[in-house]
């Protein structure tokens, strides 16, 4: 570090890049801070990307600070690409030509869409869904799509699906698997969805493998072909079969450095990163989907983490450890996400493995209307809760984040589950189904202190 | 289902331009013995003969009446004005009362048939294109093309609404006398509800009523599924037909004040007024009960609810104003400001209109107990300033004609005195609300987004902020708008309500102050 102002330079103004900045910002006053990006001008939130196609939203709503906010708060933002990077000199060189410097680099250059060497994804007329940028392309596309088949059972394609039914645009969606996203979500969760699916009007091909995808003369789709040989028309293709690192302009930067006789920044599948989200060079650090931590962080955590919270808490943590005089070393709490596929929301607290792990066991209930369920998993033996899936009950996160840091046994979560539902009032709750569900199952019986009416009048939960 | 929708467009459309086509129809002819049945007996003499000109003329068009009226009213109170003959001027207003007595045509003699044709057919137009609103679609939230709809996003159509609105507002508090076939039109029901002939409030009333009644009904379609919008949404569709529509005409009836019992001061700014007092002091019990009800309502109701409910209480469950905007609003809630500026502007006004109102009212109420010696012209001037102002001006013309321009909260979020009332309570003593779900936040906007008042939801959600603001009306849409299931309104214990610390959850690493 200089003797002067530090200056610290962050690429990328998604959520891990721009929590960094913000709480860098809160701690230190003095230091200099400039976001690049070359997707867009503001922060905006990539997971409202779907509302601007359907309607509910537009681009403007989806930031979450007004404008001023960032020059009020003195972090700089410059929009371009970054093409090259010089750690020696520490400096780098933007698209436009422009060079600058800094004391600190962060690398917060989130993900790009997958795409497996699928003959014709090239086409015009095939894409995924990541950026402002492919939003805008879809939306050019759109026009002239009477059909759009969406490849890829994950959340990215449902959400692309329902983006394509709320303009009555019939679609396709090809899913590998035997369900719906069911790498993740065990079986009654998976086949839930898949029924909710089809009640949309989405025409959901389960086992079906994208082969290659057909072009006309312009070099626009005409249609796909399925590994079964089946071909079905259409003028777009959704390619949300996940997301990996962005990184390769780091790779191609690596080459020339290399070719220079440089040291490089060391890459796997992402930009590897120790708990202190420290690259192996010197000043330079990456947060958020494109780190790769170097060791496990737990059993059940990834060593790419690719979702809105964990960049968050990426953000968090290095703010944190460049503010201060004893950095930290990521320690992510119990696991959470979330999602909402078309209707039904889904909420996940904890370990919930698709398949039931040894020593383990769950109890699943669903509403008959088949609309709401949850799975609750404990270990066999203590009956401790490890984790939670919800489908269409929302449950509240301090909740279940205390009982499963501190392994409430089944009779502790189901007595109190009333004080976790987070449903809107005069909403029902099925926490005595669960209950009744739990009891039938196990032959335990559970006790539940009733509120009394005055309670009950004033709305208290307690 | 798209046919009968498209129908029920059409059938609207004919009602509605039945209804703006209804004040020009007919002829108007003004008879000595109409004067005399229509004015006090102190002007009785004076407009007689001021009038003589016009009696046995017939008008084609209530433009030429009016104008001819107004020309002889006018001239002879001008005329009295310059010889400083001020006791003798007529400061009454008698071009509704005489103009509506003069109409004569087709809408006097048929009202049922025009009521049929304008209104009657808007309700049955907008029921059709209601009723099948996504019939066989999944509950859940229908946003869809929002921002695609020229009447919701501030397009052609949604100006044309407004200026529509704004037009409807100022014709009918400031030249209410070109209403007077629709007022004529309402008359039978008005005779059958409080026996006595309608005045251009009744008709507004009643189209208020209807349109609370239809839009709710909307309502129930776009939110099936959701108990609390569902069961909020019939609470003010029953406080709005029978306390503000109902009771107050069947009062009338029973020779009480038209009193509305859900009104609060300083909503109801009239409440403390001398003809308010005397009408209640001299109505018996039921009087008096109007009386110390009101005053209840004020010093004990409000804080009380609002402390156990948030102001939601009254303002998305009982309210009329209220329960226009999330009824017929609801369309235009997206359209309201989240600016910080706005919020800023907000303060200044809404709290300004507050102080105005205990203002005017304690100097009212001075006054009354003083004899009317020290300040009764003052009080009458401040009093017709409010009136103007605020009552037609911001609640009216701005606060419903804005709707498809600024949402469909205008006047409560910047206007209202005692939303700013409630509001004070809600923000520094209350058990109401909306919790923030943990860490589970994606800032994806619907939430601000869909907040009628203005309020940045996101901006508290997103760093796990509970939202405990005093315009908050707790109309419910955030958080059924909310992806994530992040947001709940509840009522609950005052320890943690307002939380400095995040609850983001999930990092155990460090604990940032956000």
Known sequence: MNNTVRKIVIIGNGISGVTCARHVRKRDSSSEILIISGESDHFFSRTALMYIYMGHMKYEHTKPYEDWFWEKNRIALIRGWVTGLDYAAKALTLASGEQMAYDTLILATGSTPNAFGWPGQELKGVQGLYSLQDLEQMEETTPRIQRAVVVGGGLIGIEMAEMFRSRDIPVTFLVRERNFWDAVLPTEEAKLINRHILEHHIDLRLETELKEILADETGS????????????????????????????????????????????????????????????????????????????????????????????????????????????????????????????????????????????????????????????????????????????????????????????TMEAVLSNLHKANFNPEFFDSPTKAVIAAYSQKTGVAISRKKTSFFHRIIGSRS | MRKIQVLGIVVFLIGLIAFSLIPFIGYYQLEESTVRANVKDIHEEQLVSVLSPMYGQRYSSNFRFIADFNDHFNSYNDALKENQEWDNVIWDDYGFVLTKAASMGPVTEHPYLFLLLSIALAVAGGLLYILPMHRKEPNGIKHDGIYFSSMKSRGLIGIITGTYLILFYIVLYWFPEYLTNLVLMVDPLSMALSGNPASQWFLYGFIYTLAIVVMGIRMFRKYKGNAYQTIRTASVM??????????????????????????IWPLDYSFFFEYRIDGMVSSGALGMFMLVWGILLIVVGVPLFTYFYGKRWYCSWV???????????????????????????????????????????????????????????????????????????????????????????????????????????????????????????????????????????????????NIVRASCVGCGVCSAVCPRGVLKLENGEETGRVNEFPIIIGNNTVTLKN
Not at chain 1, 384 to 397: D, E, M, P
Not at chain 2, 238 to 263: G, R, T
């Open chain 1, 221 to 408: 789709v005409l249609g796909v072909v399925t590994k079964a040989g089946e071909e079905i028309a259409c003028q777009f293709v959704g390619l949300t079969v996940g997301v990996r690192p962005n990184i390769d302009f780091l790779k191609s930067n690596n080459e020339q450095l290399s070719k220079q006789g440089q040291s490089t920044l060391e890459l796997n599948r992402g930009i590897l990163v120790s708990g202190f989200f420290e690259t192996n060079i010197a000043d330079v650090y990456a947060i958020g989907d494109c780190a790769e931590f170097r060791e496990s962080l737990a059993p059940d955590r990834k060593n790419i983490e690719q979702v809105w919270y964990t960049g968050r808490m990426h953000g968090e943590t290095l703010a944190y450890n460049l503010t201060s005089s004893t950095p930290a070393s990521y320690k992510p709490g119990v696991w959470f996400n979330s999602a909402k596929f078309l209707d039904i929301e889904y909420q996940t607290y904890g370990h919930v493995p698709p398949f039931p792990l040894e020593g383990s066991d769950s109890i699943y209930w669903e509403d008959p209307n088949g609309k709401v369920a949850i799975r609750l998993v404990y270990e066999k033996e203590s009956t401790k809760l490890l984790g939670v899936n919800a489908l269409g009950w929302r449950l509240r996160h301090a909740f279940f984040d205390t009982a499963i840091a501190e392994g409430w």
């Open chain 2, 319 to 465: 309210c009329g104003c209220g329960g226009l905007a999330e009824t017929l609003g609801d369309p235009y809630r997206q359209l309201s400001d989240k600016s910080l500026k706005a919020w800023k502007v907000e303060r200044y006004l809404v709290h300004g209109v507050l102080v105005f109102a205990v203002v005017m009212t304690v100097m009212t109420i001075a006054n009354y107990f003083t004899g009317f010696g020290l300040l009764g012209n003052a009080t009458n001037q401040v009093h017709s300033i409010y009136g103007f102002m605020i009552g037609s001006m911001f609640a009216g013309v701005i606060g419903t004609g804005f709707y498809p321009l600024m949402g469909n909260r205008v006047w409560c979020r910047f206007g209202c005195p005692l939303a700013a009332y409630l509001g004070i309570v809600q923000r520094f003593k209350s058990r109401f609300r909306i919790t923030t779900n943990g860490g589970q936040c994606i800032s994806c906007g619907n939430c601000s987004t869909y907040c009628e008042m203005g309020i940045d939801v996101r901006w508290y959600a997103q760093r796990g902020q």
């Open chain 2, 238 to 263: 029953f406080f709005q037909l029978a306390f503000a529509f109902l009771i107050p005409e069947i009062l009338v009836l029973f020779n009480m004040p038209w009193h509305d019992f859900k009104n």
